[in-house]
């Protein structure tokens, strides 16, 4: 049975940092991407970062401040956010695309806010 599960949410001022984990089961994780996205209040689910073996892709608003990895003997990938700002507050869930289908954890909630 495939599991995602993310962590490390929580509230941060702006400008502060968080490190989100993604711990995952289930499937062999060094074979596929894994991919961070998020969701603001009453806006649509948008893709934040990618990594793929030693690749890692960004959308623009996380480039140079976001930092994606990945460790396979420990099937977790990780999401470090630095120089937040308040609209990146929101849920931010992993997700691998898996041919059963994507599969996603239920998210860690992380609040931007002095």
């Known amino acids: 049975q495939v599991q995602i599960v993310e962590s490390g949410g929580g509230l941060v001022q702006p400008g502060g940092s968080l490190r989100l984990s993604c711990a995952a089961s289930g499937f062999t994780f060094r074979n596929y991407p894994m991919r961070w996205y998020r969701q603001a209040p009453e806006q649509e689910r948008e893709w934040v970062a990618s990594t793929a073996g030693p690749y890692a892709n960004y959308a623009d608003f996380g480039k140079g401040r976001f930092t994606v990895s990945r460790d396979n003997a420990k099937n977790t990938a990780n999401l470090q956010m630095n120089s937040l700002k308040p609209g990146g507050r929101g849920v931010y869930y992993c997700?691998?695309?898996?041919?059963?289908?994507?599969?996603w954890g239920r998210g860690a909630q992380v609040a931007v806010d002095s």
């Open positions: 997700n691998v695309d898996l041919p059963r289908g994507q599969c």
